[in-house]
């Protein structure tokens, strides 16, 4: 409504965009109008600390009104005439001046508030960003972390069906989820998210040796190296392939002369050997190489010779036996939970395979320590023309889970538990006491003796801990140990497919502690 003062007229905004309106202000020196913009019709001007210029009326007018989106102007020339009248506006202009300077001073504290509140949010975000970056942490565990985990968490195939007391144990295969229990435990520090616009090229690294090499994955590989102490990356070429089966074929490929210089080269091994080694030689009934046996009776002029140290299936430290023979070292199991490191291997070629190292079998990735240049180039080039290159997703899976390792000892603060090769340590070394001991109680079985060393990675002398177990039946008359044991629900692998007889059985240590339990359980039963 109207002001109370019958000489104070509220006028409203007519609807025009710019009208000056003349407040006259009473002045010592001069009593002229002033002319000031106003707002546009309808724009409602926000509250804010009154100014002198609204409060040039008689104070039965209001203070609200003075702040409101109308203004009050006095009719004629707006002179407050006398003392009292002075003092009225003296004391109103004091208290207005109070109100708005306190109102003041609240905008003033919010805008401080406001700072800090941005800082401390910023500060926040930071602290999230370097862990997760450096340290692989799950952040603060807000709604952001809860995205990222969903995003990151798949269905996973069903793989093996559970052990229970009356399962068949299979045991055949090197199936390492022993080590599933490892990477349960430590979160998002081997987590990884790949967006759905990355990997999407062939090329990983177009100017490197290795175009289809990621440099992350290569980073890792020469620093576990460096931290285990096994094998010397430096002067070496990194090479990268569909687990270590597609690299050994790889080398038979770069090893073996053209097709038209005479007969295939051969291919050997001591027995016995692994497995796999005579059928993947011959799968493809190559004529640049073949299988040629056991390298302890091999007579030939020359040959490719495959050393596997610690040796599978028996867990051996082998060196090469054929003088003349280009040997190639399969180093999968030269790892510190295995057997004792005792210096950093040197070869001219040298395997390794994710599965054996950290348990990542699914993950399909391997990797070659190559000297020579020119027998690298023809590695590359058997990659390219079997699968073009490697699986991007799987080298940025397999680099995280390296990194994760190596963290685990020089980075992460937490202890034994995020120490991959500790933990797998400790599980072998506990495996082979029970195996031992219920090989002994059955007086039919024998293993190999075990081979303790010094090993520099742990620094103290630890005992040979091999994935699998050579496990040889005493008993006369007995030629068929895999069968014998078949019938009894446990699955094994035979001797005769490593070159030995049917006495022996590999048996895979590296499986779930269910299944590795019910098996003990099986194999002291027996007498």
Not at 52 to 71: K, N
Not at 152 to 176: F, I, M, R, Y
Request: aromatic share 10%.
């Amino acid at each position: 409504g109207k002001p109370n003062n019958p000489q104070v007229q509220v006028h409203t905004p007519p609807q025009s965009s710019h009208i000056p309106i003349h407040i006259h202000k009473p002045c010592a020196s001069s009593r002229a109008p002033r002319s000031i913009s106003r707002r546009p019709a309808g724009v409602r001007e926000i509250d804010r600390p009154p100014r002198r210029d609204d409060l040039h009326l008689d104070e039965h007018a209001g203070f609200s009104g003075a702040c409101s989106g109308q203004r009050l102007v006095a009719p004629g020339d707006g002179r407050l005439r006398g003392k009292e009248k002075k003092k009225k506006r003296r004391r109103f202009l004091m208290a207005a001046n109070k109100e708005g300077g306190g109102m003041a001073a609240a905008v003033r504290c919010a805008g401080r508030l406001g700072v800090v509140a941005s800082v401390a949010a910023n500060l926040v975000a930071l602290a999230w960003f370097i862990r997760r970056r450096y340290f692989g942490g799950d952040g603060s565990g807000g709604d952001g972390e809860k995205e990222i985990t969903a995003a990151a968490t798949v269905e996973a195939s069903k793989g093996k069906p559970p052990v229970t007391t009356e399962s068949v144990v299979n045991l055949d295969h090197g199936d390492p989820t022993m080590y599933e229990a490892f990477w349960r435990g430590t979160g998002d520090r081997a987590t990884l998210v790949i967006p759905g616009w990355q990997t999407m090229s062939y090329f990983s690294d177009v100017g490197g040796f290795c175009w289809f090499l990621e440099p992350q994955f290569e980073r890792e590989v020469r620093r576990l190296h460096r931290l285990v102490g096994n094998a010397v990356a430096d002067g070496y070429h990194v090479l990268v392939g569909t687990g270590s089966t597609q690299l050994f074929q790889a080398v038979l490929y770069a090893l073996s002369p053209a097709a038209d210089s005479g007969a295939p080269m051969s291919v050997v091994s001591p027995a016995p050997y692994y497995s796999s080694y005579p059928s993947v030689t011959n799968y493809l009934n190559s004529g640049l190489y073949r299988w040629a046996g056991d390298a302890n009776t091999f007579n030939g002029d020359t040959c490719i010779e495959l050393v596997c140290s610690p040796n599978n299936p028996d867990g051996g430290i082998r060196k090469a036996v054929v003088k003349s023979g280009k040997a190639v070292h399969d180093l999968a199991y030269y790892w510190p939970q295995y057997t004792p490191i005792t210096e950093a291997a040197n070869h001219d070629i040298m395997l390794f395979t994710v599965s054996k190292c950290t348990g990542h079998a699914g993950t399909r990735i391997g990797w070659a320590l190559v000297k020579d240049r020119e027998v690298a180039q023809k590695m590359i080039k058997f990659v390219e023309l079997n699968t073009i290159g490697v699986s991007k997703d799987s080298q940025l899976r397999a680099a995280k889970i390296l990194r994760a390792v190596s963290d685990g000892y020089e980075v992460s603060p937490a202890g034994e538990a995020s120490r991959l090769f500790h933990f797998a340590r400790r599980q072998m070394v506990a495996r082979w006491i029970k195996l031992r001991a219920a090989v002994k109680a059955t007086g039919i079985f024998s293993l190999p003796d075990e081979l303790p060393g010094y090993c520099t990675f742990f620094k103290e002398t630890v005992p040979s801990c091999a994935p699998f177990a050579w496990l040889r039946c005493e008993k006369e008359n007995t030629d068929d140990l895999e069968g014998f044991l078949r019938e009894e629900k446990i699955i094994t692998r035979g001797g005769t497919r490593f070159g030995a007889d049917g006495r022996f059985v590999r048996i895979s240590m590296l499986d779930t502690d269910e299944a590795f339990n019910v098996f003990i359980e099986r194999l002291a039963s027996f007498k």
